[in-house]
């Protein structure tokens, strides 16, 4: 069975903060992939990041960066210099070898709130 | 191009009656997935449908039913409503089956369903 945890249900910080979302998983599979989405209060989920199971290089993407250790089952995402745009709920997923992507596994969501 | 498109955008329907919810997905992608998302609490899968054929189903009552059509879009179907079922339905769309399970998924901005 797969799962995933966000323990911070709520974060708020104040527009230029960085701040960290923690997301830990549980699979069997040797083979996974690791996603993070955004969702704003129009109710879409948008995709941010992936990272597969293979490749622990940890990468910055404009003011998201990403923390992948496979050791402590952890795949944390940073969004540096917070703005109030970046307000809204954050999940991450994970989808294994033996599903695909359309059979994540979803965390119950970190709602992020940026305070002018 | 269009996203992801879902109608309605809301509903309210009353406990015992039957809800059918419609979704097309981007032009070019054939995998539809279901996910309920309710309050508080992150995308629970329901299905995956591919070149019209079921290709997964999650932990959910045979009173959830979907099919897909030969254009790709899909519908999904509740018959016998409880009020537990109130949630945001939301559908996603990928390239393929086959391919990378890496791909992301895209998402539309889903259904508000109220059962009363």
């Known amino acids: 069975a797969q799962k995933v945890t966000q323990a911070q249900t709520e974060i708020s910080v104040v527009e230029k903060e960085d701040v960290t979302l923690d997301c830990v998983y549980e699979t069997r599979d040797t083979t996974y992939y690791l996603f993070w989405y955004k969702q704003p209060p129009s109710g879409e989920l948008v995709f941010l990041i992936r990272?597969?199971?293979?490749?622990?290089q940890n990468e910055i993407s404009g003011r998201y960066s990403w923390n992948f250790q496979k050791s402590t089952s952890s795949f944390n995402f940073t969004i540096t210099a917070s703005q109030v745009v970046d307000s809204a709920v954050y999940f991450c997923?994970?989808?294994?070898?033996?599903?695909?992507?359309?059979?994540?596994?979803f965390g119950d969501g970190t709602t992020l709130t940026v305070k002018p | 191009d269009a996203g992801v498109t879902q109608s309605p955008t809301h509903l309210i329907k009353t406990r015992g009656q039957h809800v059918t919810l419609r979704c097309s997905p981007i032009s070019g992608h054939k995998s539809v997935s279901w996910y309920q998302q309710v309050l508080g609490q992150g995308p629970q899968f329901i299905f995956q449908y591919y070149e019209k054929e079921e290709r997964g189903r999650g932990n959910f009552p045979d009173r959830f039913s979907a099919r897909q059509f030969p254009n790709y879009s899909s519908e999904l179907n509740v018959n016998a409503l409880l009020l537990g079922d109130s949630a945001l339905y939301l559908c996603?769309?990928?390239?393929?089956?086959?391919?990378?399970?890496?791909?992301?998924?895209?998402f539309g901005n889903g259904t508000r369903l109220t059962v009363t």
């Open positions: 997923a994970l989808s294994a070898r033996n599903t695909n992507a359309g059979k994540s596994t």
């Open positions: 996603a769309s990928s390239p393929d089956l086959t391919g990378p399970i890496g791909s992301p998924l895209h």
């Open positions: 990272r597969n199971s293979f490749d622990e």
